[in-house]
C-alpha cells in the first residue's frame, strides 16, 4: 500500500472513530442532537456542492433514479444522524459506536432480503454473534445493575445503522451509471435540506454562542469526520478494492471506545470489552464472502455518515 493511501486510509478511520466522543460531548455540553446534525453538515455542505459540481453532477438522471438518491439521502444524512445523535444522548459514545458497527452486518441482512446477496448460514451466524455482542454490551457492560431506561439510547441509535443498510441497497442500482463522488454529495446535499425542518432560533443560537472548543468540535465534525473522511475513504476504495478497506474500517469501533474511554473517561469493563469483541467478530463473518458462490456483491455505499 502506498503511503499516501495508508495516511487517507488512516486518516478516514481516525476521523469516524473521534467522531463519536466529539457528538456526545457537544450533547452534554447541552447542545441538542438535532443541532449538532445541522451545525454539521451546514460546514461539510459547500464541500459537497463542488465535490459534485466537479464530478460533473448526475447527467441524464430519470424520475426514478433522483426518487432513489432523495430518499437515500434523507435516510442518510437525516435519519443516520438523527438517530445517533438522539440516541447517544442516553448512552455512552462507546456503546453508541459499537451499535453503529452492526451497519455492514445490516446492509447484507436487507441485500439478502431483496435478493440482492445470498443470506448464507455463515452470514447468519456473523448476524447472530454482532447482535448477541450488543446485548453483552447493553445488558453488562456497565458492570452497574440494568433497567429498561438502559437500552432506550442503544435502541434509538440502532436507527443508523439501519439507515445505513437502506441506504446502501437503495443506491445499489445507480452504481452503474454513476461514480460514488456523484452519488455521496448528491445525497448529503438533498439529506441536509431535509435537516431544515428541524432547525429553530434555539438552534442559531446554540451555535452562536458556542465556546472556541466547541465550535472546532462542530467544524472538524463537519470537515474532518463528513467531507474529509469520506474524500479519503473514496480514494481508499480506489486504490486497494472496498473488500481490503472493509477490513481496516472494523477497527473504528474498538478505536472509537478508546476515544471514549480517553477523553470523556467513559468506563471499558471486561464484558464491555468482550460484546464489542463479539460485535466485531461477528460483522466480519457477516462480510466474508463464499467462494462456492458467485453472485455479484453488494457495493459499498458511504457518506460521511460515521
Known amino acids: 500500500m502506498e503511503p499516501r493511501v495508508r495516511a487517507a486510509l488512516v486518516g478516514a478511520i481516525v476521523a469516524w472513530a473521534s467522531a463519536f466522543a466529539a457528538v456526545k460531548y457537544l450533547l452534554d455540553a447541552g447542545f441538542a442532537g438535532e443541532d449538532v446534525a445541522l451545525a454539521r453538515y451546514a460546514v461539510a455542505l459547500p464541500g459537497f456542492a463542488f465535490l459534485l459540481v466537479r ?62 446477496e445470498p ?60 461514480g460514488a463522488i456523484q452519488l455521496t454529495a448528491a445525497t448529503s446535499l438533498v439529506g441536509t435540506v431535509g435537516l431544515l425542518p428541524f432547525a429553530r432560533p434555539s438552534s442559531f443560537e446554540s451555535v452562536a454562542g458556542a465556546t472556541l472548543g466547541e465550535a472546532a468540535l462542530i467544524l472538524s465534525l463537519g470537515l474532518f469526520s463528513t467531507l474529509g473522511a469520506y474524500v479519503a475513504w473514496t480514494k481508499t476504495l480506489e486504490a486497494i478494492g472496498p473488500a481490503r478497506a472493509a477490513v481496516w474500517a472494523n477497527a473504528v469501533p474498538p478505536l472509537a471506545v478508546a476515544f471514549a474511554a480517553v477523553t470523556l473517561g467513559e468506563t471499558i469493563t471486561l464484558w464491555f470489552a468482550a460484546g ?12 466474508r464472502a463464499v467462494g462456492a458462490i458467485r453472485r455479484p456483491r453488494l457495493r459499498p455505499a458511504l457518506a460521511g455518515a460515521r
Not at 100 to 116: M, Q, S
Not at 136 to 159: C, E, F, H, N, R
Not at 278 to 286: D, I
Open 119 to 178: 443470506l448464507t448460514s455463515r452470514r447468519v451466524a456473523g448476524l447472530a454473534l454482532a447482535f448477541a455482542g450488543v446485548a453483552v454490551v447493553v445488558t453488562l457492560g456497565s458492570g452497574a445493575s440494568v433497567s429498561a431506561s438502559d437500552a432506550k439510547g442503544p435502541l434509538i441509535v440502532l436507527g443508523a445503522p439501519v439507515a445505513f443498510a437502506l441506504y446502501s441497497v437503495l443506491l445499489k442500482p445507480l452504481f452503474a451509471r454513476y
Open 55 to 116: 464530478a460533473g453532477g448526475l447527467p441524464g438522471l430519470g424520475l426514478r433514479d433522483a426518487a432513489r438518491v432523495a430518499a437515500a439521502g434523507l435516510i442518510i444524512v437525516a435519519g443516520y444522524q438523527l438517530s445517533l445523535n438522539l440516541g447517544t444522548a442516553h448512552t455512552t459514545a462507546g456503546m453508541a459506536a459499537l451499535v453503529v458497527a452492526l451497519a455492514p452486518a445490516l446492509t447484507v441482512l436487507v441485500a439478502a432480503a431483496l435478493r440482492y
Open 276 to 287: 464489542g469483541a463479539l460485535v466485531v467478530g461477528g460483522v466480519v463473518l457477516a462480510q
